[in-house]
């Protein structure tokens, strides 16, 4: 049996988005610049993605800037805040120590060019305090950036407090929402986001195209310099095709995101019970306001590596932490601030699971997991140690 659970990393294309993406691209070729009729069929098309995807987000088209995944919107919401922040003076800028690393290396170079950056602290639970946002708030703060759900262990975070903080404080609010899109409520004005990023390919869409919403009023900075699409915010011809088949998956994820997120938090939660059950094992984070597909799990005495590895064997598609992470020796930024003592984050594996999971595949899972754990444990120092009772389990 093949089981994709590595729905955080990535999702297949959805049939309809490949639907529509397969039209474009072959019927609807013109350039949205063009003033002529094959052209403004192509902006027609645009401007109804940018209306679908509005209307999911709760903002309005205008609002809307299509970018080219994740990466590029976190970038262009922080360094855009951050220049027009420095014009009035402000220069401090705030994040959670478990961001993205597309907005924890951008505030890294922000840094390089006279920015002060407060990383807050998680709770062991892997969910913010918005107290511990407001303590770090100073008169000279520009910006707080809170992603809305956490890519590795699946938190969710209260984003409708720190917007009415932000707003009462008078900082521009970022959320990094591309986990959330598609699989949680958002809405960015009831929420008090200014500043909110995307990207197609976690709910069904193409990779290489995504979107950053701003509030009206907030200027945004083009990362890229060139022509005038998206009113001046990004230079360069949209990627029409992705940016269609993004909408149409957004609409898709959005429609069905009730009955989604019972079905599938239904199969998280069937999956946790069973790995719970093999000793010295632990969920990763709070067990309710998590995403619906989020299941991490750390195993005491297992490599995460050859986790994967072991299960990759027995057609099962997990991670370790993050994708972005695969192949670096560092340990997870996000299990680390959550105080994991490094051996442990080494031993963590995330399954992410979908819609497109079924009932079958995850009794698999919950058979498959301990039985490569315990198999691991028997080749592994760390577990001999702790089996022969020559030091006590880190988790209990
Ligand atoms: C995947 C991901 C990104 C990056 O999005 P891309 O479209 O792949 O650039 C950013 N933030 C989070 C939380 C993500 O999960």
């Known amino acids: 049996m093949r089981v994709y659970a590595d729905n955080a990393a990535t ?164 959320t990094d929402a591309v986990q959330a899109a598609g699989h949680l409520p958002i ?46 915010r990004r230079a360069g011809t949209e990627n029409l095709p992705a940016i269609a088949a993004m909408a149409a998956a957004l609409e898709e994820s959005c429609a069905h995101m009730d009955e989604d997120a019972r079905y599938v938090s239904a199969l998280r939660d069937r999956l946790v019970r069973a790995l719970g059950a093999v000793p010295h094992s632990r969920l990763n984070g709070d067990p309710v306001r998590r995403l619906p597909g989020n299941v991490s799990f750390t195993f005491e005495g297992v490599d995460s590596e050859r986790l994967i590895m072991a299960l990759d064997a027995r057609g099962v598609c997990a991670s370790a932490g993050s994708a972005c992470g695969a192949g670096s020796p560092e340990a997870s930024h996000v299990l680390l601030a959550m105080g994991l003592p490094q051996e442990l984050a080494y031993s963590t594996v995330r399954l992410s699971l979908s819609p497109n999971n079924t009932a079958e595949e995850v009794d698999y899972l919950c058979a498959i997991v301990p039985q490569v754990v315990s198999e691991l444990r028997r080749d592994s120092p760390a577990w001999r140690e702790v089996s022969a009772g020559a030091r006590d389990p880190l988790i209990p």
């Open 187 to 232: 809405d960015l004005h009831a929420q008090g986001v200014d500043l909110l990023s995307l990207s197609g390919h976690k709910f069904g869409g193409p990779k290489g195209a995504g979107a950053l919403c701003a509030r009206r009023g907030v200027v945004l900075t083009s990362l890229l310099v060139g022509g005038p699409q998206e009113r001046g």
């Open 11 to 174: 999702t297949p294309l959805s049939a309809r988005a490949l639907e529509v993406m397969d039209r474009c691209l072959r019927e609807v070729y013109g350039n949205p610049s063009s003033l002529h009729a094959v052209g403004q069929r192509a902006a027609d098309a645009l401007l109804e993605a940018r209306r679908v995807v509005a209307r999911c987000l709760g903002c309005v088209p205008a609002e809307v800037v299509f970018t080219s995944g994740g990466t590029e919107a976190n970038n262009q919401a922080l360094v855009s805040a951050a220049l027009g922040a420095r014009r009035a003076g402000k220069t401090h800028l705030v994040a959670t120590a478990f961001e993205h690393h597309a907005v924890l290396n951008t505030l890294r170079r922000l840094e390089g060019q006279g920015f002060e950056v407060t990383l807050v602290p998680v709770g062991a639970d892997g969910v913010l305090e918005v107290e511990s946002v407001e303590r770090a708030l100073r008169p000279d703060t520009a910006l707080v950036s809170v992603m809305y759900a956490n890519n590795e262990v699946g938190t969710v975070q209260p984003l409708a407090q720190i917007g009415t903080l932000c707003r009462a404080h008078d900082v521009l609010f970022h």
